[in-house]
């Protein structure tokens, strides 16, 4: 089996890790992923959540199928982190371009280098503080992200792992990052090179040959931030009205380079609708979840679903909206063409389900729990949790603190899936037609069935049988056979996610899975 | 067996047999042993026999009023006031057999019967009805309500 490795760059490539962990809890990622970031900017907003929500995705995982062979598809993947999670590049703070060159040095003991620095650099760039990354500006970022610390985490793990690996192909490394901003912009390129990763000499069998497979997704322009904000004390910054032409530099530098990506997917959109207000770094900059992202996520699932042995010769792939509006059947899955169709589905029933199981859960499952069990009359808990049988094996309570952590666990992470998946939508007239806001965030927050019972058969954009939520009850009341070695809290879930995917089904006209895969 | 139409079903021949046993065995087995001063036997078994039919139409009436309810696709979310409902009908099957023991006292006001005969009218007018109605909804109830009648 092939070792995954996503490398994300940047602010992008954090968001993109973002919305790659929720399609993994989703059960639309691969078996199994190693994941990093690159970003000197540690105090990102954008990071810092990604870096919350892994924590999360893997301690949720851990309590719930830590123990049990699940059937269900909820955190599938097996998402493995090195330890610091995030190469953050300086050692220490307060470094600028001129300190981690020792530029100074330069004058007197290589007078002609230190000319070719100040041609190469402006004085801003040489003096700016890069504690919150590159400012928009890569060429900062090429220099000092051109030697990685191969013994230092999280690149020890990863080189430990290429130097494990026998055959060609056996790594599969995915690079994110935006070719627009700084970071990304920087270390995409820079690690695509054909040195640093793909032909290292601890990657390289021959000249043409590799144990890794390099792939990644440049993510083009695809959203504004209000300048209103921007810094007015001379420092370095980058705003939306840079993207085009510093993406333009960046597109013209790829095609003359010969960068040694396997793989490169492209994604952009030109709406460029707007993701909050502008930072140029630090924790301000924590942007709304944006549907390229998912693209680019869609990217990486796509790029470690390919086999081992049978790597695509084809480069580039490309994608973007062709229409206005963007909906499920726009969203890019694959470049394989006769597996569009299947994948399609596959993803919408894996979101849908997971957006329904979320919702339940928040709303229905979690509050059974904290109500005394005999007072609960629904046939499924009945049949599965009765409270006499309990009290005689506690091993079999799901409120036993022990089980009632994962569910606590799952909620929590449901209730940030359902946040990610809304915030994509930008309103009844807005162009991403995937899941409606309105319908599952109000003016006082969620919207749980005792204010609205239909929200959960009419989140969806599209066709839909408009059930209310004692559908989902009834169908939750159906009888199901669940094995008894299945600790109480996977059985919860695992009920709720089998009548989400069944509601989701009924619902929406989702493909069933056995028909899917047939 | 909880799905309709067979819990109907199953409900209505355990009322016949019941009314049979009750109503027809029973019946004859009283107009043997009752000591009759105004009215005659034919009379005793025909009137016991028309207050027994009524006692197991409604309980079967109630019973099935039960599984309409259970079986209706929004009861799922009202389950705490169909809990109450139950017992309003368990109290109206209770009341029901209380109700058809008057009437038959009433109707056979100038007889007089042992303690062990009216505990016997009483113990068949139950088993039509609040005993049919608790009896088949602890086993019978749509799936729904399955966990709702007492005793579950």
Known sequence: ?518 | MRSAPLNYLVTFVIAGLLWALLALVLGNSLSTSVALTVATVEDFVRLYRIVLSVAAIGGFALTAYWYFVGSRPNTVGNLQSVKRLWRVLLLTALALSVALLVVLLVLFSDETFTGLQYATFYGALSALTWLLFWGSTFFLSPRTVQYLPIGK
């Open chain 1, 1 to 518: 089996m092939a070792t995954n490795y996503y490398i994300g760059i940047g602010g992008t490539g954090a968001r993109v890790a973002e919305a790659l962990l929720h399609t993994c809890a989703a059960g639309y990622g691969p078996e199994s992923l190693t994941l990093f970031l690159i970003d000197p900017d540690e105090g990102n907003g954008n990071l810092s959540r990604t870096k919350e929500l892994l924590t999360r995705y893997q301690s949720t995982r851990q309590l719930l199928r830590g123990s049990a062979d699940l059937d269900i598809p909820l955190f599938k993947t097996e998402i493995r982190a090195p330890e610091p999670l995030v190469w953050s590049i300086f050692e220490s703070g307060d470094t600028t371009l001129a300190s981690y060159i020792n530029h100074a040095n330069f004058k007197e003991s290589d007078p002609g280098l230190y000319d070719l620095v100040n041609v190469l650099f402006s004085r801003g760039e040489l003096a700016e503080n890069l504690n919150e990354g590159f400012r928009g500006h890569p060429a900062i970022g090429a220099v000092v992200m051109a030697e990685p610390p191969e013994h230092r985490e999280p690149w020890k793990s990863f080189w430990a792992d290429v130097d494990a690996a026998q055959r060609e192909n056996e790594i599969r490394v995915f690079l994110a990052g935006s070719i627009f901003g700084g970071t990304g912009a920087a270390g995409v390129p820079t690690l695509g090179a054909p040195d640093m990763l793909k032909f290292h000499p601890r990657a390289r069998i021959d000249d043409q040959t590799s144990k890794i497979t390099l792939g990644g997704v440049l993510v083009l322009p695809y959203f504004s931030v209000d300048a209103s904000e921007a810094p007015t004390d001379g420092r370095l910054f980058v705003s939306s009205r840079d993207f085009p032409i510093a993406t333009r530099a960046a597109l013209r530098f790829y095609s003359e380079k010969d960068l040694a990506f396997d793989q490169l997917y492209l994604a952009g959109d030109s709406l460029a609708q707007s993701v909050g207000d502008f930072s140029a770094g630090s924790s301000q900059q924590e942007n709304r979840p944006h549907y390229v992202e998912l693209v680019s996520a869609l990217a990486t699932t796509d790029f470690f679903h390919q086999s081992v042995g049978d790597v695509a010769t084809d480069r580039y792939h490309i994608a973007g909206r062709r229409g206005q509006d963007l909906s499920w059947n726009e969203l890019p899955v694959t470049r394989e063409l006769g597996k569009v169709s299947g994948r399609a589905a596959e993803l919408k029933r894996r979101l849908v389900a997971m957006t329904t199981f979320a919702y339940a859960l928040i709303d229905y499952g979690y509050p059974v729990l904290e109500q005394n069990p005999k007072e609960v009359r629904a046939a499924w808990h009945g049949d599965h949790f009765d409270p006499k049988r309990s009290r005689k094996d506690p091993t079999k309570d799901p409120r036993q603190p022990e089980q009632k952590a994962v569910l606590t666990a799952l909620r929590d992470y449901s209730m940030r899936f359902l946040r990610w998946i809304v915030s994509m939508d930008e309103g009844t007239d807005g162009p991403v037609k995937l899941v409606r806001r309105e319908r599952l965030f109000g003016q006082g927050g969620f919207i749980g069935h005792a204010r609205d019972l239909s929200a959960i058969g009419t989140f969806l954009h599209g066709p839909s049988q408009e059930r209310d939520f004692n559908h989902f009850r009834n169908l939750l009341d159906a009888p199901i056979e669940l094995s008894d070695r299945l600790p109480p809290g996977a059985k919860y879930a695992t009920l709720f996610y089998d009548a989400a995917n069944r509601f989701a089904e009924d619902t929406y006209g989702l493909v069933p899975e056995a028909s899917a895969s047939a």
